[in-house]
């Protein structure tokens, strides 16, 4: 056995007989399909990647009474400095993917370890559920496991409650016996679940009494029998080449409905059973909203530091970044990349003592995800603008090269002070690939929704700013004068 999972086993461990469906067609092994497998070899580079000898102490560490070192995303950190170190890993891991995979496994371990830093709110609920949850997170932890999640309602009829959509189409509990519940709809959107090993079913938005047959949490394998994954169109499937689209090619991590047709919960797999509040509370009254939300914060400081790159070098490809205006373009994308670092920083150093864990200024995580949902539509338009045609006067494939006439116009055409001609295509690809393929433009969705819509997250910063200490300092000034003091001034 090696001393940390590894890519290899990784793969292996998709070829589980999971049903996965694309382009009308049952897919027989999600690891070998050319919608897929690009994706899934990246997932295993993470894996790779933690095992190298120089890597296992930075991105591993050892769970208590285990034999193998597991990824730091499943650390519950005790302290500020093992929050730190802890980020320090799940920047690396995102670097390995430029900050594109959002459903990485650190994405729903943040998720997790925040739920079980909450137990309590599982014991309020049950014992039995509470011990469901600790002995999975204990499991999950052990065996390394890649998780995703569905956590929303598939968006049917908004103006309508969720327990009042036509039967079938929110997943809900529609049978018990001794053996555990069995549940019959749909969730969205199943991010990574053709590559991750298991999938959390939740329900993280607000429920009305009477909709208790949606008020579940569970865990289940992705084989589970009656799990079926339906898949987006593939990026990666039309991704002719890496030279043409270095990262749709390779970084599609894939987004699914997922239906769970009478799919069996045993017992000890289920969190949450029958209870709308405790629905809620075991993302907002643990710390796994917390937790999930700071690690995709650490994603993005990846992301965003990668796009400023891709800014910078295409000034440099087409000769502007001297330019003043253009400078401080750039200077001001730095500020906004270099703000998304800082305010990480500051959960970490302004977090808190919780039990025995410190966790992040949850203040400050949901203000960094409201500012970065617009951050990341911005970002991605100065990069177009920064462009002008660059992006678009490329060569329609690699193919052209091969063709001697072509490739003459080519090189005399795709001109760059620093690069040589195949040069500036192949970067000028890689950024279209990034802000404006149909990949890039997915990844501007994803930033601006994968936490919930801008009335979401406001409200979440509506709710934890502290409004008495700034209200407070305008009660002190309006404390400080008054009408009838100053008429009686003016009378001396
Ligand atoms: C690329 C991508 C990947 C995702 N991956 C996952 C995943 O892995 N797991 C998972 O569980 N979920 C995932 N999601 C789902 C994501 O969490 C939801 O899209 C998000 O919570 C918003 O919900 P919604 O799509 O139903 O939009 P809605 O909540 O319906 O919002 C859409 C728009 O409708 C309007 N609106 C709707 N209701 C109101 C209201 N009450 N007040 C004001 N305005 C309103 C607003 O204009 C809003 O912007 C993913 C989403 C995307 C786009």
Same mark, same amino acid.
């Given at each position: 056995?090696?001393?940390?999972? +590894?890519?290899? #086993?990784?793969?292996?461990?998709?070829?589980?007989?999971?049903?996965? =469906?694309?382009? !009308?067609?049952?897919?027989?092994?999600?690891?070998?399909?050319?919608?897929?497998?690009?994706?899934?070899?990246?997932?295993?580079? %993470?894996?790779?990647?933690?095992?190298?000898?120089?890597?296992?102490?930075?991105?591993?560490?050892?769970?208590?009474?285990?034999?193998?070192?597991?990824?730091?995303?499943?650390?519950?950190?005790?302290?500020?400095?093992?929050?730190?170190?802890?980020?320090?890993?799940?920047?690396?891991?995102?670097?390995?993917?430029?900050?594109?995979?959002?459903?990485?496994?650190?994405?729903?371990?943040?998720?997790?370890?925040?739920?079980?830093?909450?137990?309590?709110?599982?014991?309020?609920?049950?014992?039995?559920?509470?011990?469901?949850?600790?002995?999975?997170?204990?499991?999950?932890?052990?065996?390394?496991?890649?998780?995703?999640?569905?956590?929303? *309602?598939?968006?049917?009829?908004?103006?309508?409650?969720? !327990?009042?959509?036509?039967?079938?189409?929110?997943?809900?509990?529609?049978?018990?016996?001794? +053996?555990?519940?069995?549940?019959?709809?749909?969730?969205? %959107?199943?991010?990574?679940?053709?590559?991750?090993?298991?999938?959390?079913?939740?329900?993280?938005?607000?429920?009305?009494?009477?909709? #208790?047959?949606?008020?579940?949490?569970?865990?289940?394998?992705?084989?589970?029998?009656?799990?079926?994954?339906?898949?987006?169109?593939? $990026?990666?499937?039309?991704?002719?080449?890496?030279?043409? *689209?270095?990262?749709?090619?390779?970084?599609?991590?894939?987004?699914?409905?997922?239906?769970?047709?009478?799919?069996?919960?045993?017992?000890?797999?289920?969190?949450? =059973?029958?209870?709308?509040?405790?629905?809620?509370?075991?993302?907002?009254?643990?710390?796994?909203?917390? =937790?999930?939300?700071?690690?995709?914060?650490?994603?993005?400081?990846?992301?965003?530091?990668?796009?400023?790159?891709?800014?910078?070098? %295409? +000034?440099?490809?087409?000769?502007?970044? *001297?330019?003043?205006?253009?400078?401080?373009?750039?200077?001001?994308?730095?500020?906004?990349?270099?703000?998304?670092?800082?305010?990480?920083?500051?959960?970490?150093?302004?977090?808190?003592?919780?039990?025995?864990?410190?966790?992040?200024?949850?203040?400050?995580?949901?203000?960094?995800?409201?500012?970065?949902?617009?951050? $990341?539509?911005?970002?991605?338009?100065?990069?177009?603008?920064?462009?002008?045609?660059? %992006?678009?006067?490329?060569?329609?494939?690699?193919?052209?090269?091969?063709?001697?006439?072509?490739?003459?116009?080519?090189?005399?055409?795709?001109?760059?002070?620093?690069?040589?001609?195949?040069?500036?295509?192949?970067?000028?690809?890689?950024?279209?690939?990034?802000?404006?393929?149909?990949? !890039?433009?997915?990844?501007?969705?994803?930033?601006?929704?994968?936490?919930?819509?801008?009335?979401?997250?406001?409200?979440?910063?509506?709710?934890?700013?502290?409004?008495?200490?700034?209200?407070?300092?305008?009660?002190?000034?309006?404390?400080?004068?008054?009408?009838?003091?100053?008429?009686?001034?003016?009378?001396?």
């Amino acid at each position: 056995m090696t001393v940390a999972k +590894t890519g290899a #086993e990784h793969i292996a461990s998709l070829r589980d007989g999971r049903t996965v =469906y694309i382009d !009308g067609a049952l897919v027989e092994d999600v690891t070998t399909h050319p919608a897929f497998k690009n994706a899934i070899q990246s997932s295993a580079a %993470l894996y790779d990647y933690q095992a190298r000898p120089e890597n296992i102490e930075m991105m591993t560490f050892m769970p208590e009474g285990s034999n193998r070192r597991v990824n730091r995303a499943w650390q519950m950190p005790k302290s500020y400095e093992e929050m730190v170190t802890r980020r320090r890993a799940l920047q690396a891991w995102s670097r390995v993917h430029y900050g594109f995979m959002g459903r990485s496994p650190d994405h729903v371990a943040s998720a997790l370890i925040g739920q079980r830093m909450g137990i309590e709110v599982f014991r309020k609920h049950g014992p039995q559920r509470a011990k469901a949850l600790e002995d999975y997170v204990d499991y999950a932890t052990k065996s390394d496991l890649f998780l995703t999640y569905v956590i929303i *309602n598939p968006q049917a009829e908004r103006a309508k409650n969720w !327990g009042d959509q036509v039967s079938d189409l929110v997943a809900r509990i529609v049978d018990e016996d001794s +053996t555990g519940i069995t549940i019959r709809g749909a969730k969205m %959107l199943g991010t990574s679940s053709i590559m991750a090993n298991e999938i959390l079913v939740a329900n993280l938005q607000p429920l009305k009494q009477g909709e #208790e047959d949606l008020a579940f949490s569970c865990a289940l394998p992705m084989s589970a029998k009656g799990i079926r994954v339906l898949s987006r169109k593939s $990026y990666e499937a039309s991704a002719v080449s890496v030279f043409d *689209n270095p990262l749709s090619s390779r970084f599609d991590e894939n987004d699914a409905l997922v239906y769970f047709d009478d799919v069996k919960v045993p017992w000890d797999r289920l969190f949450v =059973y029958r209870d709308t509040d405790v629905c809620r509370q075991q993302f907002h009254e643990t710390w796994g909203h917390s =937790y999930q939300n700071y690690q995709a914060q650490i994603r993005l400081s990846v992301k965003i530091r990668f796009l400023a790159g891709l800014a910078r070098k %295409l +000034t440099e490809a087409i000769g502007t970044t *001297n330019i003043p205006s253009v400078s401080e373009k750039l200077g001001y994308m730095a500020a906004q990349a270099s703000m998304v670092e800082a305010m990480l920083s500051g959960m970490e150093a302004s977090g808190t003592k919780a039990g025995e864990y410190w966790v992040p200024n949850k203040h400050f995580m949901y203000s960094a995800q409201v500012l970065t949902q617009d951050l $990341y539509p911005q970002f991605v338009n100065a990069i177009r603008e920064l462009s002008g045609g660059a %992006l678009i006067m490329l060569p329609s494939s690699i193919k052209d090269f091969g063709d001697p006439m072509i490739n003459k116009i080519i090189q005399t055409t795709q001109r760059a002070a620093n690069l040589e001609p195949a040069d500036k295509v192949k970067f000028l690809k890689a950024c279209w690939d990034a802000v404006g393929s149909e990949f !890039g433009s997915r990844h501007q969705q994803y930033e601006m929704f994968y936490a919930g819509a801008r009335f979401v997250t406001a409200g979440h910063s509506f709710r934890t700013f502290d409004w008495n200490n700034a209200t407070s300092m305008v009660e002190n000034l309006m404390a400080s004068y008054s009408l009838e003091n100053e008429m009686n001034g003016l009378k001396h």
